[in-house]
Each structure stands twice: as structure tokens, then as C-alpha cells.
């Protein structure tokens, strides 16, 4: 997504400047837990494209949705955790645009738990949520920090994903880096 909003991408690398001024500076935790708007642009990205586009559950007692519908126990359940990120209802009419600073917005601070969920939900929610996190946000920082990211791409509507048990886009190799001086 920092390929196809360059302006975007300068921010985070104006960011990372602020915690790492010299490329061999270490990168410590507290210094991962002030990049905010890199975080931003992280959970905007897995809204729009998470990593396990769907989920399946079992159901283990009886469910009554809002629309009256009971669902029986012993019934399997599939979630589309892709269509759940872009419903208009939760996430406005740019549901479907890339947006980081939608998470600073009062209105998405206030939707249920349940209307983001990159990482499922619940009891079993993925142990390795906070590994990920952590792990994503560093290969951000030094990417960036180390390269110039560009795309072939002109827009979202352009990237076509395959939904499998992770999400990947059909294309490969779409992203072109040049150092940064």
C-alpha cells in the first residue's frame, strides 16, 4: 500500500528518521512503540487485505442472528474477514481506499471488537498476533528506512488477491526498490 501512496511512504520515512537518524542506529522496543503512524498504515493494510481472508468456526451451541436466523450447533461457519473490513457500514463509504488515518477517526474507535479482525477473534484469536505485529512493524522500519518502494501498479483496483488460507496477490514481484542515498 506505501507503493501506491508514495505520500504515505514518505511519512513513515520521515517517522523512522525521528528513531533512527543513522542507518546502523539499533531499533529498540520503545523506539517501535513510537512510530504510531506506522502503525496506522499496518492496520490499514490488514484491514483492506488480512492475512487469512476468511475463517471458519463450528458452531457449538445454537446462534440467533439479527435477522432471526438460528444457526444450530454443529454447524460449520465460514467468516469473509476481507468483506467484513470493507462493509460501508462500518468504514464509511471509502471502505474500499486506503486510508491510515481512519483509525484515528472516533467513529472506528467505537465499532464493535468484532468489525476488525486480522488476526480472527475470540478464544482462538492467533497466538501469534503480537510476534506478527512486532515482526511486520520492524521489516517496515528497515525496508523503508533502506529503500524506496514503487509499483508497477496504478491503483488498488489493479491488485488482484488470491484467497486461499493467506492472502497473496495472483501478480509476483510487484514491487520495485531503489536505495535510498
Known sequence: MLTLHPEYQEKVFQEILT????IDTELTKADLDKLEFIDLCIRETL????????????????????NNVEIPPD?????????????EEYYGP????????????????TLPSSAYVPFSYGARNCIGYFYAKVSVKCCVVHLIRNYRLT??????????????????????NMVILERRK
Open 151 to 172: 509499483t508497477i501498479y496504478k491503483n488498488i483496483d489493479e491488485m488482484k488477491p488470491v484467497l486461499n488460507v493467506s492472502m497473496r496477490l495472483i501478480d509476483k
Open 94 to 109: 471509502t471502505s474500499r481506499i486506503f486510508s491510515p488515518y481512519r483509525f484515528m477517526d472516533e467513529k472506528v474507535k
Open 47 to 66: 484491514r483492506i487485505f488480512p492475512t487469512a481472508p476468511i475463517i471458519a468456526r463450528t458452531s457449538i451451541k445454537p446462534i440467533k442472528l439479527n
Open 19 to 22: 528513531v533512527m537518524p543513522h
Open 75 to 87: 454447524v460449520p461457519i465460514v467468516f469473509g474477514i476481507r468483506q467484513l473490513h470493507i462493509r
